[in-house]
């Protein structure tokens, strides 16, 4: 248990939104964000209220830079629901030396700090902010993890080899980090926080899923599998609208981008006439509703706009966003270039 006081000492803040008394029925469902996924994690925590009306839910978000309008948010959301939210705002340090990606901020490490600040309860459903829910949950609580730490949903085939491959995992099937059903009590006695930072001092060079690269190798062997129902990738089968049938789909996680608060989203390919607004109309029952669509944040996004503008036939917009690509491309590589020269400087001078 090397790390898990360390970890313990990060959480400065716990903020209580309780609005239910009775705890003992409650189903516990976690979140670890920043404020830039805030305003899906509402709109997940509604679509779990709005589809489970008849199920007492507690929501503990693990945060860090959460603004006061984002707090205050939270409160409205917790009240107007009935539901309690926890937030549990912590001095990110201690990740500070981790790897992140642009797509796996600092953020995508603090569902390591679940298990531990919630020893006191039994199950802890983990989810990432851009899962909706679609059904009723009451099911995945209920299943029997036959005595494994976790369940969780498998990636695709093709994640599969290349990952396990990579990764030197024999007669495993990897799985998405995206939904975990948590056997707190097993995972904590498992110590996976301290197992994970090995495997991260130790392979740092080919965890390029990070987190999720860490959770496959701690946990191989330990999983028990569910019914992709329980995490239905959103790119999965997006071309055969005709054959998805949204009943047969609890929990929608947005994996690919552009993501559904995202500007780029309804002219990306994977936006289809199925789930177009199924976020969208979670969003607009919270207090995040009404907010503007995210622009392009790098040059990469901002090619795939002008890409996807242009196959939807709005010329003169993917022009434009053409030019921005170009622009942004030669100053990240300048950037990039004049950050090499001085990292060269400084060494020369020690």
């Keep these: 248990m090397m790390y898990v006081n360390d970890l313990k000492k990060s959480i400065k803040n716990v903020i209580k939104y309780e609005y239910i008394k009775e705890r003992k029925s409650l189903l516990h469902i976690g979140y670890g964000i920043d404020n830039n ?54 001095d990110s340090s201690f990740f500070k030396d981790f790897p992140t990606q642009f797509s796996w901020p600092t953020a995508t490490y603090f569902r390591f700090l679940l298990p531990i600040i919630l ?37 695709s085939e093709i994640a599969n080899k290349e990952r396990n491959k990579i990764l030197g995992l024999n007669n495993h099937i990897y799985f998405n980090a995206g939904v975990l059903l948590i056997d707190i009590k097993k995972w904590n006695e498992f ?83 199925f789930n177009k607004d199924i976020y969208k109309n979670f969003e607009d029952m919270t207090p995040w509703k009404n907010m503007p669509l995210i622009p392009p944040k790098n040059y990469k996004e901002m090619e795939h706009y002008a890409k996807d503008l242009k196959k939807r036939g709005y010329y003169l917009e993917s022009l434009k966003w053409y030019k921005n690509y170009l622009i942004n491309k030669i100053i990240f590589f300048k950037e990039k270039n004049n950050g090499k020269k001085r990292d060269f400087n400084n060494r020369s001078s020690r």
């Design 37 to 90: 996924f805030v305003r899906c994690t509402g709109a997940s925590i509604y679509s779990f209220v709005k589809n489970n009306i008849n199920e007492k839910m507690a929501f503990h978000i693990v945060a860090h830079n959460l603004s006061n309008d984002s707090k205050e948010k939270f409160k409205i959301l917790a009240k107007d629901n009935n539901i309690n939210i926890y937030i549990y705002e912590i």
């Design 119 to 155: 020893n006191n309860i039994e199950r802890l459903l983990y989810i990432d902010a851009d899962v909706i829910c679609l059904g009723k949950i009451r099911e995945i609580f209920n299943i029997n993890l036959e005595n494994h730490i976790i369940g969780a949903i498998s990636e």
């Design 191 to 273: 110590n996976v926080l301290d197992k994970a930072i090995e495997i991260l001092n130790k392979y740092r060079n080919i965890l390029t899923c990070l987190d999720q690269d860490m959770l496959n190798m701690v946990l191989t062997n330990h999983i028990k599998y569910l019914d992709k129902k329980f995490n239905w990738l959103n790119w999965w089968n997006y071309k055969d609208v005709e054959n998805i049938n949204i009943n047969n789909i609890v929990l929608m996680h947005f994996t690919a981008h552009p993501k559904p608060w995202d500007l780029a989203w309804n002219v990306s390919p994977i936006c289809t006439s």
